[in-house]
């Protein structure tokens, strides 16, 4: 008697079984905060993009971008690009630690931050500047 | 005839232990479908068909 209970009792606690690793398997990333700064990096990417692709912004190895070569940008235009880039750090910054926030584990910040840096960089298209592990600037 | 409910109490046991450390220790595969998915929103580049849909039916995951 004891034992047939004991044996429903951990069926019923094995169906458990693949809903947690369900759980487990994703990160959440459908917040209102991840999402709004989602929505401005998509819209700055409009005016990045060409700044990626001429080689004056490039992407560094933690996981945020730099301006890689002034020159490249015309003098007028070179305020602005810097602010571009001042802004899109803040909002990077924001969405890892937003992730790492939303998932319980604040601590988890740097983590994601190196994993976005490998995902920027091996997303990037050909022709676009990114810092190898060592630091220096690599064409992809 | 009790070996069975002890099989089963260590894999229960050891199910759990997993679920726990699956939680602690940062979960490398998911964050990286993670990061995959943002970064394809932010940069756009999956495109799903030539419709202006910004709301995809399978992102609402």
Redesign the interface.
């Not at chain 1, 487990?24 to 990160?27: F, K, V």
């Given at each position: 008697m004891y034992?047939q209970i004991?044996?429903l009792w951990?069926l019923v606690?094995?169906l458990w079984?693949p809903f947690?690793?369900f759980a487990?398997?994703?990160?959440e990333?459908?917040t209102p905060a991840?999402g709004s700064l989602?929505m401005t990096?998509?819209q700055r990417?409009d005016q990045l993009a060409g700044h990626y692709a001429s080689g004056a912004v490039g992407l560094t190895r933690d996981g945020l971008i730099a301006m890689r070569d002034a020159a490249l940008v015309p003098l007028a235009q070179r305020q602005a690009v810097n602010g571009l880039v001042a802004a899109e750090n803040q909002d990077r910054r924001a969405?890892y630690r937003e992730?790492a926030r939303a998932n319980g584990?604040p601590e988890?910040e740097e983590?994601?931050r190196t994993?976005?840096a490998?995902?920027?960089v091996q997303?990037a298209a050909s022709g676009w500047w990114y810092q190898n592990q060592s630091g220096a600037w690599v064409r992809k | 005839m009790r070996t069975l409910p002890m099989a089963m109490a260590v894999l229960l046991a050891a199910t759990v232990s997993s679920c726990v450390t699956i939680n602690i220790y940062f979960p490398a595969a998911a964050a990286e479908k993670a990061a995959d998915k943002i970064i394809d929103e932010v940069w756009q580049l999956k495109k799903q068909g030539d419709a202006p849909a910004p709301a995809k039916p399978d992102e609402q995951k």
């Open positions: 034992s004991f044996r951990m606690a094995l079984v947690l690793a487990a398997a994703d990160l990333i459908n991840i989602k990096m998509q990417h969405l992730i584990h988890w983590e994601i994993t976005f490998q995902r920027w997303k | -």
